[in-house]
């Protein structure tokens, strides 16, 4: 192959909606950092080494994105343009060049990495392609969180068989690793023939940053394919980013709504054992209590899980119509062309996976009202069954304090003239008397008391 380049885009997550402004993401950093320690351990570019200095988010090698704010351009090179990294000899006798282009693309950092040998007439074949160490821009050691595409371009003889070249390439770029390229469509770009790869992780399959998209574009009619890809840059950038965000956005909505689904689980358990203490002869307060202590924070989980999937279900609507438009410009500039696997993937892919949102997003709904009308049901039981309790404990204590109160003026009263009372048992044991007739007045006013607080009680009732 020769005009050969190896291309690296990789996209990652800046900042959400989460943040304040200002804010970034955890490892907002990470794509910038591990760039740097492929220029430290493989790609040794001195450029690579140094990327932190080219960057408008560094200061003194200290990453501090705040610096990016008021920008009025994309670029993130101090520079405002691409960054060159300089050349690598190669045991060939041929230098290796490298060039890079740092971008801002919304809430997303984007980066295009470009390899290319000196002269572009200096032929690469299959062997020569480890000269480029692309084991070390994999995603395991790149970990953009969006994900990230390989792209291969050379220039070849008609009579080349480019399906068995490309099939060739794809499984070079993987070489060393535990990783199979799947082919998952084929067909043309700007006059060249395209070949779409794509590389899952065995361990982690649904992983996009962990997950390598793979576009080798083999050029065997002398097509003008360099020069309109440089015309349609910008766009095909834009595109790429689009597209690792839809698949990126669609494997988080799948993650909450099975994050929803155990959250409904547990909440449907909650219900059965409501149902059980209401269902006692004497309603268990504590246990109402202590559903009412568990309840709201998993509605809350719940709750946050469905707001998620209508952000993500936005999101994909947005990139779908930002992939679009970008598709609508290389169309353009191709003649009209375009890639058929390009067109289905907005047509039928995204469309399945917006349905499918919208669909679980209906599912969950529901549950939301149901849940919520639990929480109200169980603090008004609660609510009901503590005002009971509490005027029962105050129905007691008034009539103990009728009966003791009522007793012991009784009692005091009679052993004040218990001398004036004539009867044998009183004067033979006054003391005994006392005590005795204490005794029955505190019943008597207990009773009394008792009498009092059941008029209290129906009166209220019928009112």
Not at 92 to 103: D, V
Not at 196 to 217: G, M, R, S, T
Not at 323 to 340: A, H, V
């Amino acid at each position: 192959m020769k005009n050969f380049s190896l291309s690296l885009y990789a996209f990652h997550l800046r900042h959400t909606l989460t943040e304040l402004p200002g804010e970034v993401v955890t490892d907002a950093n990470l794509l910038w950092e591990n760039l740097v320690k492929v220029g430290e351990s493989s790609l040794t570019f001195v450029g690579l080494k140094d990327l932190r200095s080219k960057l408008i988010c560094y200061q003194n090698n200290i990453y501090e994105p705040n610096r990016e704010i008021g920008r009025k351009t994309e670029w993130l090179s101090i520079s405002g343009k691409d960054v060159d990294l300089g050349s690598l000899p190669t045991t060939e006798g041929f230098k290796i060049n490298a060039n890079l282009q740092p971008f801002l693309l919304n809430d997303t950092y984007a980066v295009d990495l470009t390899l290319v040998p000196e002269s572009p007439n200096i032929s690469i074949d299959i062997p020569q392609l480890q000269h480029f160490k692309p084991s070390s821009l994999l995603p395991s050691n790149i970990q953009a969180s969006l994900g990230q595409t390989l792209s291969i371009y050379g220039e070849v003889e008609p009579t080349e068989d480019c399906d068995t070249l490309a099939k060739k390439l794809a499984i070079a770029l993987v070489a060393g690793t535990n990783l199979n390229p799947i082919r998952i469509q084929q067909g043309k770009l700007f006059g060249s023939l395209l070949f779409e790869y794509q590389v899952f992780n065995p361990d982690e399959p649904d992983n996009p940053a962990k997950q390598c998209h793979i576009l080798i574009v083999i050029n065997n009619s002398q097509a003008a394919t360099a020069t309109l890809a440089v015309e349609a840059y910008e766009w095909l950038l834009k595109l790429l980013c689009s597209y690792h965000k839809i698949l990126y956005t669609y494997q988080q909505a799948r993650q909450r709504y099975r994050d929803a689904r155990i959250i409904y689980s547990n909440l449907e358990d909650k219900i059965q054992e409501f149902n059980s203490l209401i269902s006692e002869n004497q309603t268990q307060l504590s246990g109402l209590k202590s559903l009412m202590g568990e309840i709201p924070k998993k509605i809350f989980d719940y709750t946050r899980c469905l707001q998620e999937l209508q952000i993500h279900h936005t999101t994909i609507t947005t990139n779908n119509s930002n992939y679009t438009t970008c598709l609508e410009k290389i169309q353009t500039i191709d003649g009209g062309n375009s890639p058929q696997s390009w067109q289905d993937f907005i047509k039928k892919d995204c469309k399945k996976w917006q349905e499918q949102i919208q669909t679980d997003i209906n599912y969950l709904t529901p549950g939301q009202e149901l849940f919520g009308q639990l929480v109200d049901t169980i603090r008004g039981i609660v609510e009901t069954e503590q005002t009971e309790r509490d005027r029962s404990l105050e129905n007691k204590i008034q009539v103990l304090g009728i009966g003791f109160g009522g007793g012991a003026i009784a009692s005091g009263v009679f052993t004040t003239h218990i001398d004036k009372i004539n009867l044998p048992i009183v004067q033979k044991h006054p003391l005994y008397a006392s005590l005795l007739l204490s005794v029955l007045f505190t019943f008597f006013f207990i009773g009394i008391g008792w009498l009092i607080t059941q008029r209290q009680y129906h009166s209220r009732n019928k009112k």
